[in-house]
């Protein structure tokens, strides 16, 4: 069974800091990885889509890079803003292509102002 | 474009009811997927239905069921309601499997007395 994995749990940074979030899964044969964000007591904002032949994505001032053959991915995001503080979550599907996303443990993030 | 809403956004019952929860895609996506989320067991998939079919199914008891219209409405039901069942319940809607991005709804937070 896929396990996924978020290092940190919590994070706390002062504005301005570039910063980088961590995802570890067991099993390679996925199909793709998505980031999403969850602000308190709501639903999932997707982030990043990583399909598993693709090596990053960025968008505005995030980027995820994925190795599909470590089981890994990283959440960068630059220059934090106050408004980036949520918690972040990665899934990533397996490679039937199913829509039964892994989803990690999540990184609760905090930047101060 | 309207995005996935979820119906009721909160809900209370006690132990042994039953709750529906409905989810309205979004306008043209066929698939919608059901996810449970919990403090303890974080985000664990439930079911998922495309074209009014169940397409895959999560690792929930019977309890748990739900069904798909042809307008693509989904509805979950858990009948015999225990306390472990309280959870924010998240709804996604994509255009079908694979590839495509999963659009999550704001969910429906079911609080068992």
């Known amino acids: 069974k896929q396990e996924v994995t978020q290092i940190p749990a919590a994070l706390s940074v002062p504005e301005g800091e570039n910063l980088v979030l961590n995802c570890s899964f067991t099993?390679?044969?996925?199909?793709?990885l998505q980031w999403f964000r969850q602000d308190p007591g709501k639903g999932l904002t997707s982030l990043l889509l990583?399909?598993?032949?693709?090596r990053e994505q960025t968008s505005g001032r995030l980027n995820a890079s994925l190795d599909k053959s470590s089981g890994r991915s990283t959440l960068y995001i630059a220059a934090s803003q106050p408004g980036d503080s949520a918690t972040y979550l990665c899934?990533?599907?397996?490679?039937?292509?199913?829509?039964?996303?892994?989803f990690g443990t999540g990184t609760r993030l905090t930047v101060i102002p | 474009k309207a995005g996935v809403t979820q119906t009721p956004r909160y809900l209370i019952k006690t132990r042994g009811q039953q709750v529906t929860l409905s989810c309205s895609p979004i306008?043209?996506?066929?698939?919608v997927s059901w996810y449970q989320q919990t403090p303890g067991q974080g985000l664990q998939f439930l079911f998922e239905?495309?074209?009014?079919?169940?397409?895959n199914k999560g690792n929930f008891p019977g309890r748990f069921s739900g069904r798909q219209f042809s307008n693509s409405r989904s509805e979950m039901n858990v009948s015999t309601l225990e306390l472990g069942d309280s959870a924010l319940y998240l709804c996604?809607?994509?255009?079908?499997?694979?590839?495509?991005?999963?659009?999550f709804g704001a969910g429906s937070r079911l609080t068992v007395l």
């Open positions: 996604a809607s994509s255009v079908g499997s694979g590839a495509n991005v999963l659009t």
């Open positions: 099993d390679s044969a996925i199909y793709n």
């Open positions: 990583i399909q598993s032949s693709q």
């Open positions: 899934a990533v599907r397996h490679q039937t292509g199913a829509n039964n996303l892994f």
């Open positions: 306008s043209g996506h066929r698939s």
């Open positions: 239905y495309f074209s009014e079919t169940q397409r």
